[in-house]
């Protein structure tokens, strides 16, 4: 834990490290970062801010030296060098008299640096919030943006990456899409007009891998041969598969990835050629692919051939929408034009299968960025949208801030022009601090969103992938120098350019007090308003996320969640043929896993429910409807009694119904009540074989489980013992346990169970069943944790404003406050004169916000769950934190002002 | 470059007060960045700290004007770490500091001799 903290405060050094001129770094630099890694390691010992303190310290050492540096480098180079004797304090470079040519040299520059930083060194206070403002905006921002820069605008590894696309099937007009049975896929594959230049099938997966080492699970994915000039990716080492061997009987061969390739052959060169076992099948090793090459799915450790049987395309293959087709565009083919000439490919499968195939399938191609992305790109331009809005916000103090200081160096500018500096001149001075000031933000920033980086890393869905790293890319950091410079120069200069515009006798007269404050007071009122109406905005929008995840929490997802452990294992084909066989694994398997200290029930089951679900065909006996499609499981006898999911009717399966010539399946409440409306589904038929009528017996009904997610209704469920169905068979099961109350079981303990059995296969993804309800929520809970997150931030940023306009604007009435009080004025009447001032700044400011909000929050609608864009909850609650934020942002101004002692207040000018 | 070793010490006077306790830590023989910076910290009580950037530039401008210098000369092996640098007082550097204390020895003097007037 302190090792990978060091490690952190490390990296953010290497950024402060990154200001000083390259000779020095190159020099000094692993010394300084060793010096600096030691006092870090020492600050941490003596705890209590002593960390904080340090980075202050080093923050400030930063600005002073390292443009000091550049500085001797600049000199050097133009052929001075001075002794080690204290430099006398220069003359205010602004009122020296120079050349034209001469006053936009690097010495100026140097001059203006150094006097920024000196003026920045002198008012601590002030640089220190200004720079935390500035960095908190633009840290955040630049976290977010390295986000949407590697999902959304990276390109992707694959030459002409916008000819990859993938197929999508409509099978009716506006139907939600499906996947394409093996003859869609055949009859695409052979389509004459050519806009494709190649096609391939994919099916993802996991496989045991053995062979010369121990059993390893790994994920795989059974594609065509095509599926490489799909990617057009030519392999590190050897070749991919070819056509020939994507045959059945031919397909012994197999394509490594390179980290598998690392991990478990030491990346040897001799790897082509050996013999692998991939599920118990001898395959040898051809190719082995380029560091993360992946198309469809994230990781793939091998790719085997799919070898579809041309002998094997019959009916059911064909209603079997399950493949997964990607394809490569020809060159000049637009997306209408294959789809056009795709969906008509398709009509030869119809007027195959006719008693098959039903509805108007036609063909979707979408972009495979697209399909990657998927709707996370909408997640993160919204996340982008509330982080600017931070960054607003942080701008508008920023604003504040040079405001404020503005009007306290008037005079100092007045002089400088009374004394003849030009303007050019000191327009220049203040644009090197803004700007300083901005970079100085910006690098701060960048170690904060590091930070947030670290921070978000566990909640952030597995669609986005996270930078390597981290912010540190060219683009990453040229957007966040970029803001640093824009947000600092006209934040800070506009304040500035009014102060610079007054005139000395404005400043030494008697009207110190002129029209100039007055303007400046609007503006600093609007800014404020401003900060707590984007808040607002925020904070509503937060505050509907957690509605609605509070929401979600309470869903009855249908199956019991406390005290149930999933776990996964394989078998492989050669060992465990049939189902015959798989049965007499999995059956003294429970009783032994049952017989495990803490256990109180085991059970198998293909699936487990939110962790994806497939669909399947079939049709109802005395039906005229034809096809239908439903999700379906193949589970052991204890499932439903394990998963607390309700028996309704007739009874749940038995060890005989997988092996027994009487075929039954269990069909749940909703699927029953919509086939059989009235009736009694027990001992009612249904096919599932397309080709050989096979009708199996209704022998129960079941609770509806949210199988998909949990925000989606509950539909209707097919439940199959353990059986042999045509392309799925009951091999790689999971494990589901009930634990006695309060009980754990081992991983160790549940290997050995396996092991005893079959030492061969493999137990993998132990994990609590919460975990998998919690991680089918994740891109929800993301989306909350960081709109949550940044809503706290609009709102601390908010009220800081908000106190440091109430405290200017109270101390710029000192005297009137003096004179209220020594006329009897009570406490409660001075901070009542501060109350009705913040009150209007921050009623406006949430009138503004929640109307946005209203607007806003309608493009959040697809993310709430029994929750409607204004529920009335949410706007509530974010009123009442910014009331409650404003009130004590007011109040300890307001108390500070009533206690003034009147002597005083009335002698302060 | 002011690394030529005609440059007379007092050339070098008054030194900044921070070079002046860095040179001093070296009289007692070589020392790494981190070594130094502590050492001045400690003798200062606290009242002087460096940070890496002041340290680095003010060993940095003391290397090359010639008062201090990298030296091959390593303390204990024991307590060593390959990737330290050692830095040493040149000749130069010596007469620098010692030019320095009789400077502010004089300076003292005065003042205490002063303050001695003032409360007689």
Known sequence: MTGRRVGWGRRIFRILLAMYPPGIRKSYGPEMEEVFRRSLEEARRRGRGAVPRLWLRTLRDTAINAPALWARTWRRARGGGVGVGPVAAAA???????????????????????????????????????????ALGIGGTTAIFSLVDTTLLDPLPYPEEERVVVLYNSPEPGAAFVGFSDPFYSAMAEEPAGVLSALAAAAPGRANLGGDDAPERVPILRTSASFFEVAAVPPLLGRTFTDREDRPGADGVVVLSHALWERRYGASPDVLGRTVSVDGRVRQVVGVMPPGFSLLGQEVDLWVPLALDPAAMNGTSAVNNNRFLVGRLAPGVDLRRAEVALTRALETVRASFPDAVAGEHSVVLGSYREWLVGDVRRELLLL?????????????????????RAEGRRREFALRAALGARSGRLLRQLLTETVLLGLVGAVVGLGFGMALLELVGPVVPPEVPLPDG??????????????????????????????????????????????????????????????????????????????????????????????????????????????????????????RVSGLPGVADAAVGQWIPLEGAVNWG???????????????????????????????????FEWRDAVEDRPVVVVTESLARSLWPGEDPVGRRINVNIDRRVWREVVGVVGDVRNRSLGSSPGGMLYFPPVELPFSGPRNMSLVIRLAEGADVTVANLQSSVATLDPSVP??????????????????????????????????????????????????????????????????????????????????????????????????????????????????????????????????????????????????? | MTENPETPPREFLPLNPRAFSLLVVLL?????????????????????????????????????????????????????????????????????????????????????????????
């Open chain 1, 92 to 134: 205010t470079p602004a009122t020296t008299t120079r050349g034209r040519g001469d006053g936009m040299g690097m010495d100026t520059l140097w001059q203006d640096i150094r006097v920024a930083s000196r003026g920045f060194a002198r008012r601590p206070g002030f640089t220190i919030v200004a720079l935390l403002t500035l």
């Open chain 1, 763 to 909: 137990v993998s993804s132990v994990r609590s069943l919460g975990e998998v309800v919690r991680g089918s929520e994740a891109r929800r809970r993301f989306l909350m944790i960081l709109l949550g997150g940044f809503g706290a931030l609009a709102l601390s940023l908010a009220g800081v404003g908000l106190y440091g306009v109430l405290s200017y604007t109270l101390s710029l009435r000192t005297r009137e406050i003096g004179v209220r009080i020594a006329l009897g004025a009570d406490r409660a009447s001075v901070v009542g004169l501060a109350l009705r001032e913040s009150g209007l700044l921050v009623g406006l400011g949430l009138a503004l916000g929640l109307g946005g909000a209203v607007a806003v929050s309608r493009v959040l609608t697809s993310y709430l769950y029994e929750i409607t864009a204004l529920n009335a909850w949410s706007y509530g609650t974010a009123a009442l934190f910014l009331i409650v934020v404003a009130g004590v942002a007011t109040w300890i101004p307001a108390w500070r002002a009533a206690g003034l002692d009147p002597r005083e207040a009335l002698q302060a000018e």
């Open chain 1, 618 to 652: 079939f049709e109802v006996e005395g039906s005229e409807e034809g096809v239908r499609v439903a999700d379906y499981n193949l589970v052991g006898p204890s499932y439903f009694r394990t998963l607390g999911i309700p028996v309704v009717r007739g009874r749940a």
């Open chain 2, 28 to 120: 007692d023989g070589p020392a790494h960045g981190y070594g130094i910076k502590q050492a001045v910290e400690d003798r200062s009580d606290g009242t002087v700290t460096l940070d890496p950037g002041s340290l680095y530039r003010m060993i940095s401008r003391l290397v090359d004007d010639g008062l201090i210098a990298e030296t091959e000369e390593r303390p204990d092996p024991d307590d060593d770490d390959p990737r330290r640098r050692y830095y040493t007082l040149t000749a130069l550097g010596h007469s620098v500091v010692e030019a320095e204390a009789r400077r502010l020895e004089g300076v003292l003097t005065r003042a205490r001799l002063r303050l001695g007037e003032g409360t007689a």
């Open chain 1, 470 to 591: 981290g912010v540190l890319d060219g683009t990453v950091l040229a957007f966040a120098a970029g803001m640093g410079i824009v947000t600092g120069a006209l934040f800070g200069l506009l304040p500035a350019l009014g102060a610079m515009g007054t005139r000395i006798g404005e400043v030494l007269g008697a009207g110190g007090r002129g029209g100039t404050r007055a303007a400046g007071g609007i503006a600093r009122r609007g800014l404020v308003v401003a900060e707590v109406g984007l808040a607002a905005v925020l904070l509503v929008a937060a505050g509907l996320l957690v509605g609605t995840l509070w929401k979600l929490q309470a869903v009855d997802p249908g199956f019991a969640v406390e005290d149930r452990m999933v776990a996964e294992m394989s078998l492989s084909r050669s060992g465990y043929p049939t189902a015959v066989e798989t049965g007499a694994f999995f059956r003294p398997l429970m009783e």
């Open chain 1, 384 to 404: 982008l949208g509330a982080v600017a809005v931070v960054l607003l916000i942080a701008c508008a103090n920023l604003a504040n801030l040079f405001l404020a």
